[in-house]
C-alpha cells in the first residue's frame, strides 16, 4: 500500500512564499497574544496553591465563590475540570491565615461542607508551591530549553555544517514559539508538564529536521551539477512519504492520548499534537529555505563539498 | 544479502529473553504466586501522581539553628564569668549569631577575654571601641557545622516521625543545602502527616512571672527578661478559640531535649486525652528542683511558643513525670505524643512545595494511561500491517520488543513511572515505528529503482543507519537534558524517553535486520512483501 506516487516533485522551493506567509501569520498572532494577554502562568512557575474537588452532584460554581469571598482567601480562581462535579480552584494566597502551612485545603473542604448537605466531597489533588521554588523552576525550565537548542546546534554543526545547524535551530525555535503561542491564544495553563510538552516537541521537530538534512546531504553528494535549491527539492520529495508517515502514527497515538488520556494529560496532549504538526512542517518550510538563504548569503560561490561522513 | 554471523541472532534471543522476564512482573501489575522466585522480581514503582500520596520540599531555617545557639551561648557566658569571678553588668543576645558581654571593670578585660576564649573555643571575640563590652560570634567554621547538622537532625527526626507514625515505603532525602524532600506514597490524611512533620516541636517549661504586670507588657511594657506568649483554649460549648496571654520569665528552666518518653493517656474524670511525659534522671533531677524552688507558683508548659498550661506547683515533684494537657482530640494527643518521643526538629521548617494526588485520581490516572496507550499502539499497529504487509508486522514486532525492553528496563534499574512516564511510552511507540519506517521507505526505494529484493534490504538498511543514528541522538540530547533539569514527573518523562530511543536504534536497526536475515536464508526470494 502506499500513499504517495513513487516520485513526486513538489517544487517545495518555489512554493516556499506560502510558508513565508502562514509562518509569518502564526509568528505575528503568537507575538500579538503574548504581548498582550502573555501567559497562562500555572502555580508551578506562578506560585500559589492549586485544590482539585470531586463532587457527588455537580455544584453550584456561583455558591463555591460566594463562600470562597467569604473566607478571605484573596483572588480565587474556580473552574470546572474534565467532567461537572470536578472542580478545580487555585488561590494566590500561600497559607492559612494562622500562618500554619497545609491547612488550606481541609479549611476550604470545611467551609464548603454546608452547600453540599450530608454528601462528602473528595480530595483528589492538592498542589502547592512556593514563590522560591515557583521563580527556580522557571529559570530552570527556561535553562532546559536554551541547553538544549545549544547542545543540537553543536551536533548539528559536528555532523552538517553550521549553516544546516542554523537552519535547525532557527525551526525548533519556531516550533517553540508557535506552541507558546497556541498555549497564550487558549490561555491553556503554563506548567512544568508543558515544558516537557515543549521540549519534546523541540526534540521531534529536531529529529524530523535531521531526516531531511541527512537527504540532502546525500543528494548534494549524489548531485554534483544540481543547484543547491533542486538538492533541496529533491531530498524534500524523496522523504516525503516517511515524513508524512512518520508524523502521522506519531499523530494517531496523541489523538490517542487527547481523546482517553484523562483530564490531568489533556493539555500536555493537545500541545504536541499541535507542535508535531508545526514541528513537522518547519522541517519542510523553515529548516530546509534557511539552509538556501545562508548559501545565497554566501559572497563566494565555490561550493565547499559537505563533510564526509564519519560511520557507514 | 550478507552472511549472518552466529553471535546476531544469539544476542537477539537473549536479549529478548531476558526482557520478557524483567519486565513481565510489571506488565502482570505486580508478582503472581506462581512465579519462581529464581526468576527476577522486580516491579516498576508507581508514582505518587499514579498511586496517590504526599509530595513535600521542606526548608530547613539554618540560621534560626545558629541563633538558638548564640542564644544558648548566654548562660554559658554568665558561668564562664561567674567561675573565673569576673564581674559583669550585663550579657545578651544581641544579634542573629552574637553575644555581648558588659564588664564592670574595664580593667579586667584582657583576662576575661582569655578565660571565654578558652572556655568557649566555637566563639570569635572582639572588643568595642568602648572597652567595656566583648562580643562574641559563633566562628563560621562552626556556624557552617551547625546549618549541616540542623538538616541532618531534622531527616533523622522527620523519619522518626514517619516511621512511629506508620506509613509503608517513605523517601526523606536532602535536596541541595538545606532542603529535605519528602515522600509519602499512598497516604491518605495528607493535612495530618503534615502537621507530623512540619511542626518544630519545642517543649520547654518557663516559670510564670507573678509579680510582673501583664497588663503593662500586653501594653508593651515588657518587663527585663520576661516575655508574653499565649495560650489557646477552646471552649467547649461555643467552640470558641480563646486566646490568653501569660507574662513568663525568658529563660527555659527545663526542655524537651530531657525526655524519654510521652504516652497518651485518658483523664479518668472527663475520659479527656493528655500527654504524659518522662524525663531521663538529669531531667527528673532538675525537674524536682524546680518544682522545689517554685512551689505555689504557676509554670507554663510552652510547645513552640504556645502555652498549654499552666498548673500551679503544690508542692515539690519527684521521678520526673509531667503531663501535656488542653483540648485536645484523640488523633492530636497521639500525634503530639510520635513527635515529642521523635525530639524536636533543630530549627523551624517550612513548606516551599507540596503536591497531594487522592488514591482515586491516581487509579483513574492509571486507567485513562492504559487505555489511551493501548489505543494508540493498536492503531499504529494495525496501520503498519496494512501498509507494510509482512515487513510492516515485523516493525511492529520490533516497537513491541521495543516497549518490553523498556519495561524491563525500568523494573531493573527500579524507575518509578509517572503519568507523563506513560505519556513518554506512547510518544515512543511512535517514534520507534519512525525507524522502521525510515528502513522500509529505502527498501522501496531501492526496489524501485529494480534492484533484487536481498540487495534492496541491505542498502536499505545501510543507508538508514546513519539517518536513525543522526536524528536518534538529537532527540536523546534533548531528553537528557530533560532529565536533569527537570522534576518528579517531567524526570519520570524524560527517562521512558530516553531509555526508549536507545532501545529503539536495537530494535530499528538490529533486531528486524537479524529476523529478516533468517527468515529469508537460503531461499531467492523474487519480490519482497512491503
Known sequence: ?312 | MKPLPLWKPVTVFVVALFSLLYAAPSMMGGVPSWWPSWLPQLVIARGLDLQGGLYLLLHVEVDKAVEQAAENMVDDVRGVMRNAKLRYRGVEHSGKEEVSVKLSQPDEMTQARKVLATEIPHAVITEDPDHTTLKLTINPKDQKEMRNFAVEQSIQTIRSRIDQFGVAEPTIQKQGEDRILVQLPGLKDSSRAKALIGRTARLEFKVVDEKGDLAAALEGRVPAGDIVLYGEQTDKKTKKANRQPYLLKKRTVLSGELLTDARVNFDSQYNEPYVSITFNSQGARKFSQLTAEHVNERMAIVLDNTVYSAPVIRERIDGGRAQISGSFTAEEAHDLAIILRAGALPAPVTIMEERTVGPTLGRDSIEHGITAALVGSLLVLAFMGIYYRAVGWLANLAVALNIVILLAILAWIQATLTLPGIAGMVLLVGMSVDANVLVNERIREELRTGKPPLLAIDLGYDTAFITILDSHITTLITALILFQFGTGPVKGFAVSLAIGLVASMFTAIFVTRVVLAMVLKNRRIKSLSI
Open chain 1, 1 to 312: 500500500m502506499e500513499i504517495f506516487p513513487h516520485k513526486t516533485s513538489i517544487d517545495f522551493v518555489g512554493i516556499s512564499w506560502i510558508a513565508y506567509l502562514l509562518t509569518g501569520l502564526m509568528f505575528v498572532a503568537s507575538t500579538i497574544s503574548l504581548a498582550t494577554q502573555g501567559m497562562h502562568m500555572g502555580i508551578d512557575f506562578a506560585g500559589g496553591t492549586l485544590i482539585q474537588l470531586r463532587f457527588q452532584a455537580p455544584p453550584a460554581l456561583q455558591d463555591i465563590r460566594t463562600t470562597m469571598v467569604g473566607l478571605g482567601l484573596g483572588d480565587v480562581v474556580i473552574q470546572e475540570f474534565g467532567t461537572r462535579e470536578e472542580i478545580i480552584l487555585r488561590v494566590q494566597k500561600q497559607t492559612g491565615d494562622d500562618g500554619k502551612p497545609g491547612e488550606l485545603a481541609a479549611k476550604i473542604i470545611k467551609a464548603l461542607e454546608p452547600l453540599v448537605g450530608k454528601d462528602p466531597i473528595e480530595l483528589r489533588r492538592v498542589e502547592f508551591v512556593g514563590p522560591q521554588v515557583g521563580a527556580e523552576l522557571e529559570q530552570k525550565g527556561f535553562l532546559a530549553m536554551l541547553y538544549s537548542i545549544g547542545a543540537i546546534l553543536i551536533y548539528v554543526a559536528w555532523r552538517f555544517e553550521l549553516r544546516f545547524a542554523y537552519g535547525a535551530v532557527i525551526a525548533l525555535a519556531h516550533d517553540a514559539y508557535c506552541s507558546m503561542g497556541l498555549l497564550s491564544i487558549l490561555q491553556k495553563e503554563f506548567t512544568l508538564t508543558i515544558v516537557a510538552a515543549v521540549l519534546t516537541i523541540v526534540g521531534y521537530s529536531i529529529n524530523d529536521t535531521i531526516v531531511i538534512y541527512d537527504r540532502i546531504r546525500e543528494e548534494m553528494r549524489r548531485n554534483k551539477k544540481s543547484s543547491l535549491a533542486e538538492v533541496i527539492n529533491i531530498a524534500i520529495n524523496r522523504t516525503l512519504s516517511r515524513t508524512v508517515i512518520t508524523s502521522g502514527t506519531v499523530v494517531m497515538v496523541l489523538l490517542a492520548l487527547l481523546l482517553f488520556g484523562g483530564e490531568v494529560i489533556h493539555d500536555f496532549a493537545l500541545v504536541l499534537l499541535f507542535g508535531i504538526i508545526v514541528g513537522t512542517y518547519s522541517s519542510i518550510f523553515v529548516a530546509s529555505p534557511i539552509v538556501l538563504f545562508f548559501e545565497k548569503k554566501r559572497s563566494d560561490h565555490t561550493k565547499t563539498a559537505p563533510k564526509e561522513e564519519v560511520a557507514s
